[in-house]
C-alpha cells in the first residue's frame, strides 16, 4: 500500500466515514476509497468542482472568500467538499448521525500533505 492510500485509509476509519475521494479540478476521479454500495464514484466526482465553483461564488457574494470547506447535510447522510490544492479536491461521505468534527480538524491539518502525496 502506497503513502497516498495509506492517507485515504485513514480517514476512512473515522466513524461513519463511506466514501473519501480525491477529485481534479476538472472533475476526474484521481482516487477512490470506500464501501461497496450504490455510490458512482465518477459521477460523484465530476459534480465536485462545479459545487466548489457555487460555494466560492456564494463566499464572493457574502464577501467570505473562496471556499474552505463545504459541509453539506443531506436527507441520509453528509458531505464534505474542500480544495486540498489548486488542482485538487477532496469529498468524504459519511453516514447520517455521527459526529465529524475530528474528522475536520484532522482534514485541516493535513490537506497540504495529502495533495502532495498525489
Do not use: W, Y
Not at 463566499?59 to 453528509?78: M, N, Y
Not at 467538499?81 to 475530528?102: C, I, N
Amino acid at each position: 500500500m502506497n503513502q497516498l492510500d495509506e492517507a485515504l485509509l485513514n480517514l476512512r476509519t473515522h466513524e461513519g466515514v463511506e466514501h473519501v475521494l480525491l477529485v481534479g479540478v476538472d472533475g476526474l476521479l484521481v482516487r477512490h476509497s470506500g464501501e461497496e454500495s450504490d455510490l458512482d464514484p465518477d459521477r460523484v466526482s465530476a459534480m465536485v468542482p462545479g459545487l466548489i465553483s457555487a460555494v466560492d461564488a456564494l463566499g464572493e457574494a457574502v464577501g467570505g472568500g473562496a471556499c474552505a470547506t463545504a459541509v453539506l447535510e443531506l436527507e441520509r447522510g453528509v458531505a464534505i467538499v474542500m480544495p486540498l490544492s489548486p488542482e485538487l479536491l477532496l469529498a468524504v461521505v459519511l453516514r447520517s448521525g455521527v459526529p465529524f468534527s475530528k474528522l475536520l480538524r484532522e482534514v485541516r491539518r493535513d490537506r497540504s500533505h495529502i495533495a502532495a502525496l498525489v
